[in-house]
């Protein structure tokens, strides 16, 4: 019998679990990080080690780990990693419910398989958001790891947030890259649903990559320093 010690502890509500990729995490260890940094940090919480742990995190589950960066934001980073550690859990709590609502229309085992986080992501990606999928199954699991979406909060309008996260879900429903008619046919049902501004049949991939229309930011760095409307 394995004492105490030896048993595997799984980490209490005020700490970070542990910063694993896909080929060595459980399907539970995946999870718990998305609900976690939906959580205040505990009191005393350095921000700047909270915020480096948070980035750590979205670099290994980026599809790209250099489009996770900061240094478009602020350099040094220091101001953005104080005002991350202290309220990004802010952010994803309100980006989930989001994605909560929108999944709403889809059965529950999909919305199970889903989670989001906010992102910092660098101007060269080209995106305002990426779905990483979570097709290929964590080591000794039978299930899937989690598909995540990451959306730069920063680049468009708190308005039209639902349009960036229904985005980003269309392309995990779809599980196929690009934005033919898989993504056409999820992008069109989220629109439908949610009341969003529902895309032409006539549109092609190329009008799609942009459907629905967000408004961006001119300043998305401010975002991240803290110094917009949120």
């Not at 309220?87 to 929108?102: K, M």
């Not at 906010?118 to 999928?133: E, H, L, M, T």
């Amino acid at each position: 019998m394995a004492s105490d010690s030896q048993r595997e502890r799984k980490p209490g509500w005020n700490e970070p679990p542990s910063q694993l990729g896909f080929n060595d995490a459980s399907f539970d260890q995946q999870v718990h990080q998305a609900t976690y940094w939906q959580q205040a940090p505990a009191s005393g919480a350095d921000p700047t080690v909270r915020a480096t742990q948070y980035l750590g995190l979205l670099r290994n589950l980026s599809v790209e780990p250099s489009w996770i960066a900061l240094a478009h934001v602020a350099d040094p980073p220091g101001e953005a990693l104080i005002w991350i550690g202290q309220h990004i859990h802010r952010v994803n709590q309100q980006l989930n419910a989001i994605l909560r609502d929108l999944l709403g229309c889809f059965e529950t085992a999909l919305s199970q398989n889903m989670q989001i986080f906010a992102a910092p992501i660098a101007p060269q990606a080209g995106v305002d958001g990426f779905c990483c999928d979570g097709s290929k199954p964590a080591l000794g699991e039978n299930r899937s790891a989690p598909i995540t979406l990451m959306v730069d909060a920063g680049r468009i309008v708190l308005a039209d947030w639902p349009g960036l996260v229904a985005h980003e879900l269309a392309h995990g429903i779809a599980r196929i890259p690009g934005h033919g008619a898989e993504f056409s046919r999820a992008i069109a049902h989220l629109c439908l649903a949610q009341d969003l501004p529902m895309p032409s049949p006539q549109l092609d991939a190329e009008a799609l990559r942009y459907w629905p229309p967000c408004r961006h930011n001119p300043q998305p760095e401010l975002f991240w320093l803290g110094r917009s409307a949120f």
